[in-house]
């Protein structure tokens, strides 16, 4: 079973706000992103789409549906970018931490602007990996 476009987009909204009221306010706010992201990668549960579930206006399965592994994949990348972004604050590599704090705001705009760049990752590993296996 998927998940509902509705419910990822939220998802990708909180990303973009609380990554960059993180960035703006101070490097602290970046721990809540982050420990969400690592309850779902432990859980599989997303509780940001957990909660957002009750908004929706019609049942979940008449939305079109993403693909739960691609979101987990999506998720880790944002997870380990806001891990290194806390820990190159916290080592006092400001510059780092906005690097890192940056590409995860622009990964999840350019998502909500319908371009998925860990789809993108993710398929041409996926090609990677299939293009050598044959060649043996």
């Keep these: 079973m998927g ?8 998802n990708q909204m909180f990303m973009v706000l609380s990554v960059l009221a993180g960035l703006i ?14 309850y779902t990668l432990v859980t599989k549960k997303n509780p940001i ?11 979940a399965n008449q939305y079109i549906q993403e693909d ?7 998720q880790w990348i944002a997870t380990i970018c806001l891990a ?5 604050f916290y080592a006092g590599w400001t510059a780092a931490g906005y690097a890192l704090g ?3 705001i622009a990964a999840a705009a350019v998502a909500l602007m319908g371009f998925c760049i ?3 990752i993710r398929y041409q590993y996926m090609m990677w990996r299939h293009r ?5």
């Excluded at 290194?84 to 190159?88: D, H, T, W």
């Excluded at 050598?132 to 043996?136: D, L």
């Design 3 to 10: 998940i509902p476009k509705p419910l990822v987009q939220t």
């Design 25 to 38: 306010i101070h490097s602290a706010i970046l721990f809540l992103p982050f420990l969400i992201g690592v």
């Design 49 to 59: 789409i957990l909660f957002s579930r009750r908004f929706l206006k019609k049942p």
């Design 68 to 74: 739960k592994e691609q979101q987990i994949f999506n």
């Design 84 to 88: 290194l972004s806390l820990l190159s």
């Design 102 to 104: 940056i590409m995860v």
């Design 118 to 120: 860990g789809c993108f």
């Design 132 to 136: 050598r296996r044959t060649r043996t």
